[in-house]
């Protein structure tokens, strides 16, 4: 079936599915080491982290590779997406630990990764005609829908108790792996 497809879009395709695989072994990593009660700390959970960095690593290079085009209609170009996240996260960063005292970790960078990602994705697959404008804009709308989520469960966290806290920080993983999977079934769909 994806034979019909042309390469970037193979590249793109391929990168959310191993975005996908990231988020299910940073999961599982979750699941178990911040379990409220019998918790698996060290290198007994921690080597889920390797796979689920290595599949995040892959991801973006197909993602990146894919969704770069050269003189192809795109809805906003790829600079622009570049230091709107740099300053996103700049912006965010200072806002959540010198304003709201939130300890800062990975995931603050890793939520406005994703969502530069996926506007870079988004922009590849319009240019590519895979996408029309208002399907784009629909994709945006929700990646930017799931960021803030994301982020609201990320200032959350530490307010929380360690059962509430363990779900919390589940829902960006699952919310990230759907809409990765989403974005593949509408490709895939659309042929």
């Known amino acids: 079936m994806f034979s019909q497809y042309d390469f970037q879009t193979r590249q793109m395709l391929t990168g959310n599915l191993l975005l996908v695989g990231c988020c299910v072994f ?32 892959a991801a973006v290079v197909q993602i990146v590779r894919g969704s770069e ?45 994703w969502t530069v ?3 870079l994705e988004v922009d590849g697959l319009f240019a590519l005609g895979q996408y029309s404008r208002g399907m784009s804009i629909g994709f945006l709308v929700v990646t930017v829908i799931v960021a803030v989520v994301s982020l609201v469960c990320y200032l959350l966290y530490y307010n929380l108790d360690s059962v509430k806290g363990y779900v ?23 042929k």
């Open 117 to 119: 990602l996926m506007f």
């Open 168 to 190: 919390d920080g589940m829902i960006p993983l699952l919310l990230v792996a759907v809409m990765m999977a989403a974005v593949t079934v509408s490709v895939v769909c659309s």
């Open 69 to 113: 085009m050269d003189g192809q209609a795109a809805l906003f170009s790829r600079a622009a997406v570049a230091v709107g996240g740099v300053v996103a996260y700049i912006v965010l960063l200072a806002a959540s630990s010198i304003i709201l005292k939130r300890q800062v970790t990975t995931e603050l960078f890793l939520i406005v990764g």
């Open 26 to 57: 940073y999961l599982a990593w979750w699941l178990i080491a911040f379990k409220p009660e019998d918790a698996v700390k060290g290198m007994k959970s921690g080597w889920l982290l390797i796979p689920a960095f290595l599949f995040g690593i």
